[in-house]
């Protein structure tokens, strides 16, 4: 394929944006131009990334609340104009929902590629359509993989190209891991979510953390917002980086961790990205099929791990059941200890 200008639509939240860059590294490498739609969530990991060479930032938070604003739609439609000052051979919308509509449909495009199953009406924008049963999988890296395959082009290993680190995290990082003890392994524990359903429950968190914190260097992240659950379940009495990281700084910690375990499909994401630790994922209501890691080359890196109970995966923020859900308490904490255990042999 001659060099194309190609346009991606990523206006998401941090994990689905880190679900793009496998396929804009493999379009980087064939020699094309790559350029971005992307949100204020997602911007961490397309700013100064090699695959990336521009990025157009479109505010999601505007619209939170606000879509009858006049001034959130002055400022949408002026980043649309200095979108459409660029005729691109190509436009992968990513997204595939309703916030992607409005910017597919009006950007410059030759051709405009989404799948048949786009949310949001959003494939209205496209003049290609891939059939969703051209799909073997769910997996959300693997859907946008599907486009390559789509446009001829070959791939033979996922791979996320990064953006460039400040050496200054890394300095930080250096000093914080000189005190730890070296005959450890490194866990890294994100437990906090923002959709509730999505956390492994207090009592599970807080019975692992008592069976392995002798054995391991424990390090707790997460948003400000997780600090009083971290709190709760006793994470306060280990390396406690809750609400201290930035994503820059976070994916430099990831890089030094052996072991990631977390409920958080962003946390899963940026340390599959960095392809260095192995990492555990406790799934609640969410779908394991569309965002758990992958390695071709190993199948025992990634782990996930969920209850399999008959109304599971649900994807929802409320849930049907009489108290706590019941997805919240599954796996077990025994669960966890031997998927531990099995990368210890």
């Given amino acids: 394929m001659a060099r194309k200008k190609i346009l991606i639509i990523a206006l998401g939240n941090i994990a689905s944006t880190v679900y793009t860059l496998p396929l804009a590294g493999v379009l980087k490498s064939y020699g094309n131009r790559v350029d971005y739609v992307v949100s204020e969530k997602g911007f961490s990991v397309i700013n100064k990334n090699p695959a990336v060479d521009r990025a ?123 005190y730890l003890d070296k005959n450890k392994k490194t866990i890294i524990i994100s437990a906090g979510a923002r959709n509730e359903n999505k956390q492994w429950s ?60 977390t409920s958080e499909s962003e946390t899963t994401a940026l340390a599959w990205a ?16 569309k965002y758990s890691p992958i390695d071709y080359n190993d199948n025992n890196k990634y782990k996930s791990l969920y209850g399999k109970i008959e109304c599971q995966p649900c994807e929802s923020e409320v849930c049907m059941d009489m108290g706590e859900a019941r997805c919240r308490k599954l796996p077990t904490v025994e669960d966890v200890l031997r998927a531990l255990a099995d990368w210890e042999k």
């Fill in 274 to 289: 960095v392809q260095g630790p192995k990492v555990l994922t406790i799934f609640t209501c969410s779908d394991p099929e």
């Fill in 56 to 178: 157009f930032l479109m505010s999601m938070e505007r619209w939170d609340g606000k879509w009858t604003n006049p001034n959130t739609w002055e400022a949408f439609f002026k980043q649309i104009e200095r979108v459409k000052l660029v005729d691109y051979d190509i436009v992968i919308d990513c997204q595939q929902d309703i916030r992607s509509l409005l910017t597919f449909a009006l950007c410059h495009g030759q051709r405009k590629l989404t799948y048949s199953d786009a949310k949001g009406f959003s494939g209205l924008g496209a003049n290609e359509v891939l059939s969703k049963s051209t799909l073997k999988t769910k997996n959300m890296v693997e859907r946008n993989l599907n486009f390559l395959k789509y446009l001829k082009l070959d791939f033979t290993d996922i791979i996320f190209p990064m953006p460039e680190i400040d050496y200054t995290f890394s300095l930080r990082h250096d000093k914080i891991f000189e």
């Fill in 202 to 261: 207090a009592a599970n968190w807080k019975t692992l953390i008592e069976k392995i914190g002798d054995k391991y260097n424990l390090i707790f992240t997460g948003g400000i917002l997780d600090k009083h659950f971290v709190k709760e379940i006793g994470g306060e009495g280990y390396l406690n980086l809750t609400g201290e990281t930035r994503v820059e700084s976070f994916i430099e910690l990831l890089k030094r961790a052996d072991i990631v375990i």
